[in-house]
């Protein structure tokens, strides 16, 4: 069974960084991207990025590019997303994801972590 | 505001049908066949529901149908179950140098 298992709620201060984890497990992780969706309070999701592990190719939506980082550890089975300096506008569920891709492009999402919540304070 | 637009509610009593609409544009849903949806209860990973404009994973009932019509994608849901509340969200590719958008979602009640 293929399982995302999140990082629990954080709570913090605008400028602090912080680093959630996403731990795969039911498939081989290497052979997969895998990558995060914000949904910001009483939002829609919005892609923030996906990456190929055994490469660590990264992807970045608009919106996010320079803003966040993703990263893997193939060793064990681990996808994260970063942020070097909080804002007030952060704060959102990030789930983590894992498309199923054609020709390069993102195709369907198939399994879905359960949601980590960050609430960045002013 | 979300790239796909969809209602923001919907309802239905129990056995009745719904449809839920997702409209967009011809570079994301108008122009490709990658439309999916997913349904979300609160609290809980988003599920898969609908894939490739129609198609279904196994395991999910075929009360649950899809269709697109130039740039609007359509969900049905039909034999209304109380089980079915939750939100519900579409996305689309939009293109090779675009990982995708997602409609701002809607939320279905079973009355």
């Known amino acids: 069974e293929v399982q995302l298992v999140q990082s629990g709620a954080e709570v913090k201060k605008a400028g602090e960084s912080l680093k959630i984890s996403c731990k795969a497990s039911g498939y081989n992780f290497p052979n997969y991207w895998i990558g995060w969706v914000r949904q910001m309070p009483g939002k829609g999701l919005e892609w923030v990025g996906i990456i190929y592990p055994p490469d660590s190719d990264a992807r970045y939506g608009s919106s996010f590019e320079g803003q966040v980082t993703i990263s893997a550890d193939k060793s064990i089975t681990t996808a994260y997303l970063q942020w070097s300096s909080l804002q007030a506008s952060d704060t959102a569920i990030y789930y983590c994801?894992?498309?199923?891709?054609?020709?390069?492009?993102?195709?369907?999402?198939?399994?879905w972590g359960q949601g980590t919540l960050v609430t960045v304070s002013s | 505001q979300s790239a796909l637009t969809q209602p923001p509610s919907a309802s239905g009593s129990p056995g009745q049908s719904v449809t839920i609409s997702c409209t967009g544009i011809s570079s994301d849903v108008g122009g490709y066949s990658y439309v999916s949806w997913y349904q979300h209860n609160p609290g809980k990973a988003p599920k898969l529901l609908i894939y490739e404009v129609s198609k279904r994973p196994s395991g999910v009932p075929d009360r649950f149908s899809a269709s697109k019509s130039g740039n609007t994608a359509s969900l049905t849901v039909s034999g209304l179950q109380a089980e079915d509340e939750a939100d519900y969200y579409c996305?689309?590719?939009?293109?090779?140098?675009?990982?995708?958008?997602f409609g701002g979602g809607t939320k279905l009640t079973v009355l």
């Open positions: 994801a894992r498309p199923f891709m054609a020709g390069g492009v993102i195709v369907r999402i198939d399994y």
């Open positions: 996305s689309s590719n939009a293109g090779s140098n675009n990982l995708g958008v």
